[in-house]
């Protein structure tokens, strides 16, 4: 397991080993001993998997708030997508920033999104499926959003905002000045 620090060190770029052969690959994509060897000792408790028709379809930017936030360990099985980590962790040095990756099922890429963080993603492709795990079941009252494309937040999505595809719901999120953000 290759394991890459993004410019927010606490986001980190995963890349797990795939063996293949005329048959196809087997890949190990997610092992708790292998992570707890790199630093990542996170106990997830739900896998979620989505499914995205159209290219530019937004998801997010999500977050949990406590006592349910949730690390994420996202991954492509399908596709692609310009996956988004936005700092919301007050007083953090990186506070309001964000990183970004390419997640696509040809590299079999993973990004892990820490708590205190805001998640999204665009899809590159049509078709495109994501899996991810969380340390924290999904609990509706504690579920909360940012806006996507708030222009404060400096996120240069590869699809404009008149091509995005998204729900009622994320295209509501508040901005990040109306975000009064629950982590310290």
Known sequence: MQVEHLNIPDVRLLSPGKHGDRRGFFSETYNRKTLAAVGIDIDFVQD?????????????????????????????????????????????????????????????????????????????????????????????????????NDPALGINWPISDEEAVLSNKDGRHPRLAELITPFE
């Open 48 to 148: 979620n998997h989505s499914y995205s028709a159209d290219k530019g379809t937004v998801r997010g930017l999500h977050f949990q708030t406590p006592p349910f936030a949730q690390d994420k360990l996202v991954r492509v099985a399908r596709g692609s997508v310009f996956d988004v980590a936005v700092d919301l962790r007050q007083g953090s040095p990186t506070y309001a920033r964000h990183v970004s990756a390419v997640l696509s099922a040809e590299a079999w890429n993973q990004i892990l999104v820490p708590i205190g963080f805001a998640h999204g993603f665009m899809t590159l492709e049509p078709d495109t499926e994501v899996i991810y795990k969380v340390s924290n079941y999904y609990a509706p009252d504690h579920d909360k959003g940012l806006l996507w």
